[in-house]
């Protein structure tokens, strides 16, 4: 009851239109006009004000008030992976290790910012702020004419990026004084409302007369300093709200690990590769000198289980052997459904195998397809190790092996795709 009463305090139109409606459903007449031109109201202004908190397009990017502790941990964090990361790689990284440097000293600067935009010399300014390309805490847009698309564009991907930006107008003699209006309406339809700051950072020059010593005058085409006075007090206000500075930090820090992940996961890969190799050249000897046809893949599934338990380890994924033995076994009868096993077997056995004569072609080609699929196997696991590492291995993941392996193969087709992948040498 006392949370109905406060919304009609504070929503009064709606209490009336109440009233008014009670009123009307008494018999009164009169009071029906009353009821409706109320209702109405309030309720085109209830609609109105929804649409106008829906479709105002935000201003300045939101900024989360971080403090300097809750940076300082996440950066403790930041360094703790890198440690981890040198600790897997067996050796120390010195490039990251200067990154993870600069981020302590972002977080020491007062304000670091960018120029963008269409500025030809930088203005000297009389702040103490830091001049970087990477992650700032501000972009300082400077802006002279209609916005082309592409300045359109890179202020979208900056928002996108939620990058502050703060858009400054660069005043000029040649300008018409409805330019600015028109950049404003521009700025507006990609959503930035922050007002324009202007500056003059070239002054057109100036006729100036001074009076000498001896009375005559000194004439003289003079140039007036740059007007930064707003581009200054906004910079000087900016300094005080520390806050901006920790989300650029913070921003920073996200593109540290990312870079940390890409050194990790291509280390990974480097090792995964080297994993199948040697497996693939176990599976092509086993499956070649075993002397029964119809086990030309499954005798080598020992080798292939045991490759699997290799490559999860070194993406840090626990497997059991048993759990590679099912893994293989699904494996197996994936291969079965599409027909390779089969292929690969009477081809050997009927027309190699079975005479001494081409009996160490036939061992040749088992050889090969057995490789063959060990290569594809280990391609496939490791594919599902990187894009997919919280879920479970199931034997669901050697689906994707039906758009790589398309039985039945010829000799010669066979022999080009599994050729490639029997180097001696990563």
């Not at 650029?248 to 199948?276: D, N, P, S």
Request: positive net charge; glycine residues 8%; aromatic residues 10%.
């Amino acid at each position: 009851m006392f949370g109905w009463w406060g919304r009609l305090r504070r929503y009064p139109l709606i209490g009336l239109g109440m009233v008014g409606a009670g009123l009307w459903v008494m018999g009164h007449g009169w009071e029906a006009g009353l009821t409706l031109g109320v209702g109405g109201l309030a309720l085109a202004w209830l609609w109105g004000r929804r649409c106008l908190v829906a479709k105002t397009p935000a201003g300045a990017p939101a900024s989360p008030r971080l403090t300097r502790p809750e940076v300082e941990t996440y950066l403790a964090q930041l360094g703790q992976e890198l440690a981890d990361l040198e600790q897997e790689l067996g050796e120390p990284q010195p490039d990251l290790q200067q990154d993870w440097q600069a981020l302590h000293q972002a977080l020491d600067t007062p304000l670091s910012i960018a120029w963008a935009g269409t500025w030809t010399t930088l203005p000297t300014l009389n702040a103490p702020v830091a001049v970087t390309d990477a992650h700032p805490a501000w972009v300082i847009y400077g802006v002279q004419d209609r916005l082309a698309t592409a300045q359109l564009e890179t202020l979208t991907r900056y928002r996108q990026q939620e990058q502050p930006v703060q858009v400054v107008w660069q005043t000029a003699p040649w300008q018409p004084p409805t330019l600015r209006q028109e950049v404003q309406a521009q700025l507006q339809h990609i959503g930035y409302t922050q007002p324009l700051l202007s500056i003059t950072p070239q002054p057109p020059a100036v006729w100036v007369r001074r009076l000498q010593g001896d009375g005559t005058w000194e004439e003289s085409w003079e140039i007036p300093p740059p007007v930064l006075d707003e581009l200054v007090q906004w910079l000087a206000q900016r300094r005080q709200e520390p806050h901006w500075q920790y989300r650029a930090v913070i921003r920073r820090g996200k593109a540290f690990q990312a870079t940390l992940e890409q050194r990790r996961q291509a280390f990974r890969a480097q090792q995964a590769q080297r994993i199948i190799h040697k497996y693939r050249l176990w599976a092509a000897v086993t499956a070649g000198v075993n002397p029964v046809p119809s086990l030309d893949l499954w005798a080598t599934g020992a080798i292939n289980a045991q490759m699997l338990v290799d490559l999860a380890q070194v993406y840090r994924r626990p497997l059991t052997l048993s759990q590679a033995k099912d893994l293989v076994m699904a494996l197996g009868r994936v291969l079965v459904q599409m027909g390779t096993i089969e292929w690969v077997t009477q081809w050997a056995g009927t027309w190699l195998k079975s005479h001494w004569l081409t009996y160490g072609l036939g061992g040749a080609v088992q050889a090969l397809s057995a490789a063959y699929v060990t290569h594809l196997a280990g391609e496939t696991f490791v594919e599902n190790l990187q894009k997919t590492p919280p879920r479970e291995l199931t034997p669901g993941i050697w689906q994707s092996l039906r758009t790589r392996l398309r039985p039945p193969l010829d000799g010669e087709k066979l022999w080009q795709q599994v050729l490639p992948h029997l180097r001696l040498s990563h």
